[in-house]
């Protein structure tokens, strides 16, 4: 079991900065977990936004936040961190991590994950 917890998500303005953050406990080997950033506004459904790989290196991002968010990880820490710039009111969701025992692949769908925080809100006002 691995539980992942959240944190850093709050009200800003348009065009601001947050970063958030997700720390990984319970399984020793969590640091080979891919992980990921997902977000789900009102009425819409989970959506990705970035996939960790425990292959150091491998990034992938959506591309409504490409070039605007930046993942990282911090393996000594066992967290998963999510900068994110230039935020428009688009971004207003709830924030979650997720993460998926080890693999190859990239995930992008909320199916693949095995485990999951309670989320974060992130509210950009306009």
């Known amino acids: 079991q691995v539980q992942l917890v959240e944190s850093g998500g709050g009200l800003v303005q348009a065009g601001g900065s947050l970063r958030l953050s997700c720390a990984a406990s319970?399984?020793?080997?969590?640091?080979?977990?891919?992980m990921g950033w997902f977000r789900q506004a009102p009425g819409k459904e989970r959506e990705f936004v970035a996939i960790?790989?425990?292959?150091?290196?491998?990034?992938i991002y959506a591309d409504s936040v490409k070039g605007r968010f930046t993942a990282s990880r911090d393996t000594a820490k066992n967290t998963v961190y999510l900068q994110m710039n230039k935020l428009n009111a688009e971004d207003t969701a709830v924030y979650y991590c997720?993460?998926?025992?080890?693999?190859?692949?990239?995930?992008?769908?909320?199916?693949?994950?095995?485990?999951w925080g309670q989320g974060t809100q992130v509210t950009v006002s306009t």
């Open positions: 319970g399984d020793t080997g969590s640091s080979t977990y891919t």
């Open positions: 997720g993460a998926k025992r080890p693999t190859l692949l990239l995930p992008t769908t909320t199916a693949e994950y095995d485990f």
């Open positions: 960790i790989s425990w292959i150091e290196g491998t990034i």
